[in-house]
């Protein structure tokens, strides 16, 4: 999962739902499991697939049209429990980006923390996007994390966006919080020498 993030450029899958919470994200009883490998599978469970573990023909996960490493998705997403399961599952099925109008907090620094960029968009610009998957599924949105900004390609519309310097900086290298802080071992030694 630990990738470097620079440019980005795919198609969407389209989410266009308000308020999903991490327990539409990765239903509870899929929390057992200590180890990311395999949530993925189960992301968005109970909408991608009937009782009986039926493919649902019209969720936009198995919806052919739609594809790529970006999701995005209605305002107030990953809302709910604190369950960093949540975007272990978005990472597990490949996204790595979900562009939104606003993230629950708990919930955006779960999906820095797994190397997955949340990008919080005005609401113009989102509904813009989303008219613009829908018009054209193979239609792409470039992300640059190093000029902080997400441009619909149909359009050509930009915006910014906001990131912690930090975390911008551990994603752009491959980081976690452990790689960085083994990173900068020698400084925290040195500064361990002076201050004896």
């Given amino acids: 999962m630990k990738q470097k993030f620079n440019i ?3 198609r969407c899958v389209p989410l266009p739902l308000e308020n999903v919470d991490t327990d539409q994200i990765i239903p509870a009883r899929f929390l057992k499991a200590t180890d990311k490998a395999g949530f993925g599978d189960n992301l968005f469970r109970d909408w ?3 009782k009986e573990g039926n493919e649902i023909k019209d969720f936009v996960l198995n919806d052919p049209r739609y594809g790529g490493c ?15 399961h949540a975007a272990w599952a978005i990472a597990g099925y490949g996204f790595r980006v979900v562009i939104s109008s606003f993230f629950a907090d708990i919930h955006k620094n779960n999906e820095l923390n797994n190397f997955v960029l949340p990008v919080v968009v005005s609401e113009g610009f989102l509904q813009r996007l989303f008219d613009s998957i829908f018009a054209d599924p193979t ?18 519309e930009s915006e910014k966006f906001e990131i912690n310097g930090y975390k911008k900086h551990c994603l752009m290298n491959g980081l976690d ?3 960085y802080l083994l990173s900068q ?4 030694e040195a500064w361990e020498k002076l201050n004896k």
């Avoid at 995005?72 to 369950?83: L, M, P, T």
């Avoid at 792409?140 to 994390?145: A, G, I, W, Y």
Wanted: hydrophobic share 30%.
């Fill in 8 to 10: 980005i450029r795919s």
């Fill in 177 to 179: 919080d452990i790689d």
């Fill in 48 to 50: 991608r697939y009937d």
């Fill in 70 to 84: 970006i999701l995005v998705a209605g305002k107030n997403f990953g809302s709910g429990s604190s369950r960093e």
């Fill in 139 to 156: 239609m792409e949105v470039e992300v640059n994390l190093p000029e902080q900004t997400v441009t619909n390609t149909a359009t050509g």
């Fill in 185 to 188: 071992t020698d400084k925290i």
